[in-house]
């Protein structure tokens, strides 16, 4: 799987509406009985997407700490809208900022090609403490980089 970087980003709070672009390979395992990929496949392109969207698989700057800290994910709702069958071809899973809270973030998603949109989903992710076992501030560094992929507010 390959990200695409955005490129130049707007400063932070511009809301440029930016998509991070992440490529999914369609697997063979992927497939359920009738050769389309098994919806619970498809939230794992959801999740690959998302790890690579919030760099949590990005080592630390020198004496820094990651972008993010501790997340999860509250709530999911995804809408099939067609069938993805094997191909050799990636299907681009793209990733927007649709809301900021203070303690929360909500993602919007396509998997989709130049032909179709298989799969439109939203996310809403809670900052987590570990040590409380509670809902957790957002930071300015994380809001900062959410904002940069939001869309402008209509």
Same mark, same amino acid.
């Given at each position: 799987?390959?990200?695409?970087?955005?490129?130049?980003?707007?400063?932070?709070?511009?809301?440029?509406?930016?998509?991070? #672009?992440?490529?999914? =390979?369609?697997?063979?395992?992927?497939?359920?009985? /009738?050769?389309?990929?098994?919806? *619970? %496949?498809?939230? @794992?392109?959801?999740?690959?997407?998302?790890?690579?969207?919030?760099?949590?698989?990005?080592?630390?700057?020198?004496?820094?700490?990651?972008?993010?800290?501790?997340? #999860?994910?509250?709530? =999911?709702?995804?809408?099939?809208?067609?069938?993805? /069958?094997?191909?050799?071809?990636? *299907? %681009?899973?793209? @990733?927007?900022?649709?809301?900021?809270?203070?303690?929360?973030?909500?993602?919007?998603?396509?998997?989709?090609?130049?032909?179709?949109?298989?799969?439109?989903?939203?996310?809403?992710?809670?900052?987590?403490?570990?040590?409380?076992?509670?809902?957790?501030?957002?930071?300015?560094?994380? %809001?900062?980089?959410?904002?940069?992929?939001?869309?402008?507010?209509?």
């Amino acid at each position: 799987m390959v990200e695409i970087a955005a490129e130049a980003p707007p400063e932070p709070g511009e809301g440029s509406g930016e998509r991070h #672009v992440h490529l999914a =390979q369609v697997r063979f395992a992927d497939l359920d009985p /009738l050769n389309h990929v098994n919806n *619970v %496949r498809m939230l @794992t392109y959801l999740e690959d997407a998302r790890i690579a969207f919030l760099k949590w698989d990005s080592e630390p700057a020198e004496g820094g700490r990651p972008l993010f800290g501790p997340l #999860v994910v509250a709530r =999911q709702e995804v809408d099939y809208l067609r069938p993805l /069958l094997l191909r050799r071809d990636p *299907v %681009r899973v793209e @990733t927007r900022v649709t809301e900021v809270r203070n303690a929360s973030f909500r993602l919007a998603y396509e998997i989709l090609d130049d032909e179709a949109v298989y799969l439109r989903a939203e996310t809403v992710i809670v900052g987590y403490d570990l040590d409380r076992q509670a809902a957790r501030r957002l930071d300015a560094g994380e %809001r900062a980089y959410l904002l940069r992929y939001r869309g402008p507010v209509a």
